[in-house]
């Protein structure tokens, strides 16, 4: 009982997944699997039964979104306004530096399964634990790549208790924080694709995003069709994480 031990329970995510396992760990959008090695990825994928066209995002925080994204001005200001002045999470696909350390220690076929073209996929935001793996990781030049975890086509998991028995199976270690912050949403993170301004995905406080880019900066988003019409908020199949 007490606090969680960020600290720690960062140190023993990162060791697991430099050790070649799976992690489920929580993050504000929800549950999500998490690996680094090609085979223990390859596993989450089958786990998942995920559709080839389906991609890995990466674990990021601002910092390492700095350094691998390849970004205009407006298109970071657009970007600042949303994850640094409001705080908001988001799941930035964009065109990367290939020579970065952390990009450059991706295994080849993992790359591919990551990628859109010339674009990747980064969270930005997602909460203090992944901020804490991802800032070991980013130190060491290790990548971490996943999505969430879940059966695919089958939503979010905002508790531990409601990831199917295929993906527990499929881990070496599961970080249990309960109830996650954004779960009234019922989706995990909004993707956007700066490198066409395109929405992929609909999905936390899109509505807060939307109004970023309407308001501050003149750019209108599609509107959200409700997540009995479009449960997933998957506007584009390209770069999803869910």
């Known amino acids: 009982m007490g606090r969680h031990d960020i600290k720690g329970d960062a140190q023993r995510i990162y060791e697991t997944v430099v050790a070649g396992g799976a992690v489920i760990m929580p993050g504000d ?10 085979e223990a990825l390859l596993r989450l994928f089958r786990a998942k039964r995920r559709a080839p066209h389906k991609r890995h995002a990466m674990g990021g925080n601002y910092a390492l979104h700095r350094e691998v994204h390849q970004l205009d001005q407006q298109e970071q200001d657009i970007i600042d306004a ?57 130190r060491h030049s290790v990548p971490l790549l996943g999505s969430s975890a879940n059966l695919t086509g089958t939503g ?32 995990s993170s ?9 929405v992929v995905r609909v999905g936390t406080c899109y509505e807060l995003i939307s109004d970023i880019f309407q308001r501050q900066f003149g750019i209108g988003l599609p509107s959200d069709p409700g ?16």
């Open 190 to 198: 909004t993707i956007i694709d700066f490198s066409t301004m395109e």
């Open 227 to 242: 997540r009995e019409t479009l449960p997933s908020g998957h506007l584009r199949e390209q770069a999803s994480a869910g």
């Open 82 to 138: 949303v994850v640094v002045d409001a705080g908001l999470p988001l799941t930035i696909a964009a065109r990367y530096d290939a020579s970065h350390p952390v990009v450059a220690a991706i295994e080849p076929e993992t790359l591919a399964a990551s990628t859109v073209g010339d674009t990747l996929a980064m969270l930005v935001n997602g909460g203090a634990l992944h901020d804490e793996v991802v800032s070991i990781a980013h």
């Open 156 to 187: 979010t998991k905002f508790r531990v208790e409601d990831i199917q028995q295929p993906i527990i199976d499929a881990v070496d270690l599961v970080v249990d924080y309960g109830l996650r912050k954004y779960h009234h949403y019922g989706r």
């Open 29 to 38: 959008v929800g549950y999500a699997a998490t690996a680094t090695s090609s």
